[in-house]
């Protein structure tokens, strides 16, 4: 319709707006403005067509109240006016800076369902192809961009960490605790790292291993002649082995209580975060805070005792600052539920698919039973359980164990934030923008892993390349449970592969995403004793 044809007989003119596709991303922002004009509109005016042509966007705004009306009106107006030649401006200004190419998708969502729905490996590697290694998206309500150039990776996690801080969802950090150190940048974050490494230091693990081979030689037994769901066996496995860890073998009645609410807890971690009566997220958040009463009354026993005990409990316990202060009570309740977390729900799902792996791969199966027989042997001839040195010498277990991370890679992304605006790679990332290296694909570049898609554990009897093996991360805030991980996983092979075999019972050969890569359905599998002839 011809604006000079028009006949207008009020001052009011509503132009529907028709922005220009980049700024889609931005009309969540506006709903405060828009909505109460809109309101205004409806409760006081009514509309009528200025035009005659059936499709005509322009419309009078005939008065039905009181001229004040009016003014509030084009208060209004003149407001919302005003932020949108603000975004306008702001968007020509982030254009200018040349953001990466990518999609956006659809308001709010943004690709949110195509990453949770999809096979990680075909998202990231479809958005590769066609944008190239660094692209932007949309997911769960953030504005992204991910980058699968190892050299990118460095300089988010390691060189210029200090430009792109660690970011969760509030629900996750309300649930583990505020001051655990995955939540923290600075002076704080690295006194803590290193009073959790020091619980995983060598010194440490090697008291460690015949408690750990305690738990196995429990574990195993109730397997024999069974049908087990893999992954939960080896995530109450993976479990006990924490408890251990974070409290030593002190034995309080207190520990079974946090057992117990942990579990309640880890029920609601991954749901959606609606604290309403009967969620799953409101009976995690009622574990949680019975939880953090049970630890803060076992901590303080033994602050009265003046009996630190083992663990990492003991550790924080004793630590001190400069200035000889102790840690609270939240800090270390906070820090022992949130290692807890980190050590057993991810290591349990590497042990599935180890499982699986050295199910279908018979050669790779039986060359790590030979090396564990040789152990086995020798351990024999002493009478006593395995060392710390054992697990030394247990290289191409180790290997089996390394192409297994990089295969599963249990750990897809990691979220960091930009803290400032940043120019990145020739790029232009916004403050606030999400910034998420992506492990599994550099893990499953062909220039990096020649046929990645293989199974092949020889492929680390050369190191990887840097920056291109991650599995447990990298830099100052890479998983500083690294060593201990792969050490119960070393022990529970030994006795696995020198006494059993296994059988997955269906052989639909696929995948669940939720929030970790598993087999579909946690690998049922049948287990029977060896034959050894």
Known sequence: TSVSDAQPTHPFLYISPSPPRPLIIHLHHLHLIILPLLKACLWHFTMQPLFSQTYSFFFILSQTYSVPYCFLLLLLTVLSSSVLLVLFLKWGHIKEKRLPPGSMGWPYIGETLKLYTENPNSFFSNRQKRYGDIFKTHILGCPCVMTSSPKAARIVLVSEAHLFKPTYPPSKEKMIGPEALFFHQGAYHSRLKKLVQASFLPSALTGLVPEIEKIVLKFLPTWENCSINTLEEMKRYAFDVAMISAFGQNGELEIEEVKY?????EKGYNCMPLDLPG????????ARKLLNGTLRNLIRKRRESRKHGGGLLGILLGATDQKLNHLSDSQIADNIIGVIFAAHDTTGSVLTWLVKYLHDNDDVLEAVTKEQEEIRRRIHGTNGGLTWDDTRRMP???RVIQETLRTASILSFTFREAVQDVEFEGYFIPKGWKVLPLFRSIHHCADFFPHPEKFDPSRF???????TYMPFGNGVHSCPGSELAKLEMLVLLHHLTTSFRWKVISDEDKIQYGPFPVPK????ITVHPRNKT
């Open 461 to 467: 009897e050369v190191p990887p390349r840097p920056n």
């Open 279 to 286: 969620t799953s997220y409101h009976k995690a958040m009622k």
């Open 396 to 398: 191409l277990t180790s």
């Open 261 to 265: 609410l942990y579990q309640c807890l």
């Open 521 to 524: 359905r946690g690998l049922p």
